[in-house]
């Protein structure tokens, strides 16, 4: 139980174009999820924290216009990268939290962005 | 402020050898605490969780970690360490807003 999935894993895009990736947890309901950027051979970095039904919290330094994230049912986060550049390229990772749960999250596998 | 602290960047063991991959948290109240293992380029797996009780917690594939509040630590181990092991691992300590702080993370070589 408690599966996450992203979509896609790996997505290759031009500079200037804007790229979604899909979070789903696919058996459980999850009120909150939260999408991370990891750099090579670093830890996760929060980028933001997505609420079902209300706007996103983002962590200082993340740009919301850039990285608009939507979550509009208890399963479906989306994080959309916008205007693309070559420096958005990286690992990033979503994580559901259950409803009702404690500070557990459950983590997709990942979704490894090349901006050309 | 809460902080996670994984002292070591690289271990390497041997195939059937002990391991105990440390670390320590600062929290101000009490702290919920979890270590992930994370496989290259793959998402994070839950490998054990403590929120309350017994400080000595089991988790999936033979790991398991104590809590030790006076040390502010929750070492991880496995007796007996295998070659599917070799990953990432993280420690993540829960604080406020559901969030998790994640320490910097072990990454752990096992040799034949």
């Known amino acids: 139980g408690a599966v996450v999935s992203q979509h896609p894993s790996r997505v290759i895009c031009k500079s200037g174009t804007s790229v979604k990736i899909e979070c789903r947890s696919l058996?459980?309901?999850?009120?909150?999820m939260f999408w991370y950027r990891q750099f090579p051979k670093q830890s996760l970095m929060l980028m933001a924290t997505s609420n079902e039904g209300s706007k996103a919290t983002y962590e200082q330094g993340v740009e919301k216009d850039k990285f608009l994230i939507n979550h509009a049912s208890l399963t479906l986060s989306t994080l959309t990268v916008t205007s693309a550049h070559p420096e958005d390229s990286s690992f990033y990772i979503c994580?559901?939290?259950?409803?009702?749960?404690?500070?557990?999250?459950?983590f997709g596998p990942g979704t490894r962005l090349t901006v050309t | 402020a809460q902080s996670v602290t994984q002292p070591d960047i690289h271990i390497t063991v041997s195939e059937g050898a002990s391991l105990e991959l440390r670390c320590n948290y600062s929290y101000g109240a009490t702290p919920y605490l979890f270590w992930y293992v994370q496989s290259p380029g793959q998402g994070l797996q839950l490998l054990l969780k403590?929120?309350?009780?017994?400080?000595l917690v089991q988790g999936i594939k033979g790991f398991e970690a104590e809590f030790k509040r006076s040390q502010s630590s929750f070492n991880l181990r496995k007796p007996s360490v295998h070659w599917s092991d070799a990953a990432e691992y993280f420690c993540a300590v829960g604080g406020g807003a559901n969030n998790l702080f994640f320490g910097t993370g072990t990454r752990l070589t096992v040799i034949p």
């Open positions: 994580s559901a939290r259950l409803a009702g749960g404690t500070y557990e999250q459950y």
């Open positions: 058996d459980f309901q999850a009120t909150t």
């Open positions: 403590y929120f309350s009780g017994d400080t």
